[in-house]
């Protein structure tokens, strides 16, 4: 079975520093993988995907980046966080065309 | 993104039914997914539609009109669990592109 993990479960950070979110998914080969952003009580909001390894494309960037260094692995950083960045980070994964799994997100609060 | 609209809230009554609409451009359209999220906890997969016409998975049915630009999802014999917010996520011409709608928050009471 697929498990998908992120990590950390909640950050607090402040202003102008630096984050990276990351997401490690087992039992899946060369998985598509995403990540979403979610402001509390608002839309989830698609920000990147990777479908191979090295290869990243944005949707939605919002002074983000993201990487994939391992086929397991999608990293989310950014250099300088902006209170904006507060939320709901979740990454997931897709199986066949429209199902996507999502892990159990990554709580950020930027003071 | 892509005019995914939901209406914020429903209130239905446990042991009856609620449908949940969704509307959405329909441009490059090529498949629509609902989602269930909990106060706090990420979204879990219920159905996704591709063809017009109603698909039934017994406690969660979903609807199509591509030509409209239309979908619902029904859920029948309410449960006081089935209280949550039910998200609406549209694919367009790209499958590794969701857009989400804001999701409709239903309250099932007693």
């Known amino acids: 079975a697929q498990t998908i993990h992120q990590w950390p479960v909640a950050e607090i950070k402040a202003v102008g520093s630096p984050l990276s979110l990351g997401c490690t998914i087992k039992g899946k080969s060369s998985p598509n993988l995403y990540w979403y952003w979610q402001a509390t009580g608002g839309t989830l909001q698609q920000l990147f995907y990777?479908?191979?390894?090295?290869?990243v494309e944005s949707v939605v960037q919002l002074n983000l980046s993201a990487s994939r260094p391992k086929d397991d692995q999608f990293i989310l950083s950014t250099e300088k966080l902006l209170l904006s960045h507060s939320g709901f980070y979740l990454c997931?994964?897709?199986?066949?065309?429209?199902?996507?799994?999502f892990g159990p997100g990554t709580r950020l609060t930027v003071l | 993104g892509q005019g995914v609209e939901q209406p914020a809230k429903l209130m239905s009554v446990e042991g009856t039914f609620a449908r949940v609409n969704c509307t959405y451009s329909?441009?490059?359209?090529?498949?629509l997914s609902w989602y269930q999220q909990r106060e706090g906890q990420a979204p879990v997969f219920l159905s996704y539609v591709v063809l017009d016409g109603l698909k039934d998975s017994g406690h969660f049915s979903t609807f199509l009109s591509r030509s409209n630009g239309y979908s619902y999802l029904l859920l029948t014999e309410l449960q006081i669990k089935d209280s949550a917010s039910y998200l609406c996520a549209v694919s367009m011409s790209n499958y590794n592109v969701l857009y989400f709608g804001s999701g409709t928050k239903l309250t099932v009471e007693p």
């Open positions: 329909t441009s490059g359209f090529n498949g």
């Open positions: 997931a994964w897709r199986t066949g065309d429209y199902e996507q799994y």
């Open positions: 990777s479908i191979t390894v090295g290869q």
